[in-house]
């Protein structure tokens, strides 16, 4: 069975499942998942819980010849599998094992994150298949100022549209800190309603990005959006090399959908044809009528200039040639 997050606690209410495994890319969403379920465990009876965390070298023998006694108490059991390392050959056959054969009076959960192509392993679709298979959904960008209001609205506390969109500005990528921010307002405001400048004083700025968000932003035409992700990445310590790696990444993907769009027509043709990922083609997308061939050209030189500038090989501020060329992807005219 696979549940989707917002359908977990119905699901829960109609019964518990003898195993789940829950994943997807946020931490803060799992752990909700799983308190969710712990909950549901407990109210059913399962006293005793174990944890074990999922590392290099873990014992699955002890694992499985445990699982396999009953309790010395004759109690049910809530046996927590934490997901800490690669998944090798052992490890997937144990948890098909444990998915597919559970332990007499037990109740496994297994969690972590994994990447979308790690659902297809067979030991994951063995919880599909026999037991259940828990998906959290990420917040997106567009999605994250209606997901703070909604859970602000759930204690009591109102957002204005403006407040609610300064806050996803400064929680952007971190669903942890959005989450913070959320609790403490609704314990500083309790049934207050906030407008932006109240909210401007409350929080702190504390997004979190990574390299694909930047050179979305770029792409899409989003400056302002762009410089200050680009600002977030430096003071979070990232090396100018990883985020070149992205953006020249992005813009040879559109030199190549550029140059096959003077055989045909159909931007969607040649996205499939030059095999740009699904994730990247949004953004590319909306960059391709605004960037020229020759442009993306001078930019792709732009690029590998402040690349040898990171490595050393040119003089001249590493981050300086990167705000520039951010800023031109972006569609910033800048000064001779």
């Given amino acids: 069975m696979r549940i989707a997050q917002d359908s977990l606690a119905g699901a829960l209410a109609r019964g518990l499942r003898s195993a789940y ?4 890319a946020e931490p803060l969403l799992i752990g909700e998942a799983c308190d969710l379920i ?3 465990a407990r ?5 005793e819980r174990e944890l074990h965390f999922l590392d290099r070298g873990f014992d699955w023998n002890r694992l499985m010849t445990g699982a396999a006694n009953l309790s010395l108490f004759g109690e049910r059991r809530l046996i927590e599998l934490r997901l800490a ?3 090798d050959t052992t490890a997937a056959r144990s948890l098909t094992e444990l998915a597919e054969r559970p332990p007499a009076d037990t109740l496994l959960l297994v969690s972590g994150e994994l990447e979308r192509k790690s659902l297809q392993a067979a ?3 063995a919880f599909e298949q026999a037991a259940a298979l828990v998906l959290t959904r990420p917040v997106n960008r567009d999605e994250l100022p209606r997901w703070i209001s909604a859970r602000l609205a759930e204690r009591g506390v109102t957002l204005d549209p403006p407040a609610s969109r300064l806050l996803a500005d400064r929680v952007e990528g971190n669903l942890l800190a959005a989450q913070q921010e959320i609790e403490r307002i609704a314990l500083a405001w309790p049934g207050g309603s906030l407008d932006e400048a109240t909210v401007a004083s409350l929080v702190t700025d504390s997004a979190r990005y990574d390299v694909f968000e930047l050179a ?3 792409f899409a035409g989003e400056a302002a959006r762009a410089l200050r992700i680009l600002a977030g990445l430096r003071a979070e310590g990232q090396e100018p090399p990883l985020l070149l790696w992205a953006l020249l990444s992005d813009l040879r993907a559109l030199s190549r959908v550029a140059l096959r769009l003077t055989r045909t027509r159909s931007i969607d043709e040649a996205l499939r044809a030059e095999r740009v990922w699904a994730s990247r083609q949004p953004a590319l997308r909306m960059a391709i009528p605004r960037l020229s061939r020759p442009t993306i050209d001078a930019l792709i030189v732009a690029a590998g200039q402040a690349d040898r500038i990171a490595k050393g090989a040119l003089a001249g501020d590493p981050w300086l040639a990167l705000e520039a060329l951010v800023a031109r ?4 005219r800048l000064a001779a």
Wanted: proline share 4%; charged share 5%; aromatic share 8%.
């Fill in 123 to 125: 030991w994951v679709q």
């Fill in 85 to 87: 390392g690669p998944i």
């Fill in 216 to 218: 979305t932003a770029a």
């Fill in 329 to 332: 992807i972006a569609g910033v």
């Fill in 21 to 24: 495994l829950v994943t997807g």
């Fill in 43 to 47: 109210n059913a009876g399962y006293a």
């Fill in 38 to 40: 712990r909950g549901a």
